[in-house]
């Protein structure tokens, strides 16, 4: 197992970025899945991007070109570069990790087993 702790959300205004980081912690030797969701009021969690042990990624087609997923293993932590943001982004951002994973043809998964909190971005017209 292990334990997810995100940071790095606050309020930004549009054009601004931000980077979130997950930390990692507990069993950190399994090839893992890390990845960013976020999820507003009313609205169905949407993926945002995604990175497997291999180096390969993925990304929700809304924010393709503006944020960037990347880990440093040394750290255990997972960061979520977002840049170019828009108040259509504003979400609470969760990381989640799956173990024994591998993303293919660039494409989001959808089953995780462990999830952070969450850290609340807001961006301002």
């Known amino acids: 197992q292990v334990q997810l702790v995100e940071s790095g959300g606050g309020s930004v205004q549009a054009g601004g970025s931000l980077r979130l980081s997950c930390a990692v912690s507990?069993?950190?030797?399994?090839?893992?899945?890390m990845a960013w969701f976020r999820q507003t009021p009313g609205k169905e969690r949407e993926g945002v991007a995604q990175?497997?042990?291999?180096?390969?990624?993925a990304y929700g087609d809304s924010v393709k070109g503006r944020f960037t997923i990347s880990e440093d293993n040394a750290k255990n932590t997972v960061y979520l570069q977002m840049n170019s943001l828009q108040p259509e982004d504003s979400a609470m951002y969760y990381c989640?990790?799956?173990?024994?994973?591998?993303?293919?043809?660039?494409?989001?998964?959808?089953?995780?087993?462990?999830w952070g909190q969450g850290t609340q971005v807001t961006v301002s017209s």
């Open positions: 989640a990790a799956e173990p024994w994973c591998r993303l293919l043809l660039s494409r989001l998964r959808d089953d995780f087993s462990f």
């Open positions: 507990g069993d950190t030797s399994q090839n893992y899945c």
């Open positions: 990175i497997d042990s291999y180096g390969n990624t």
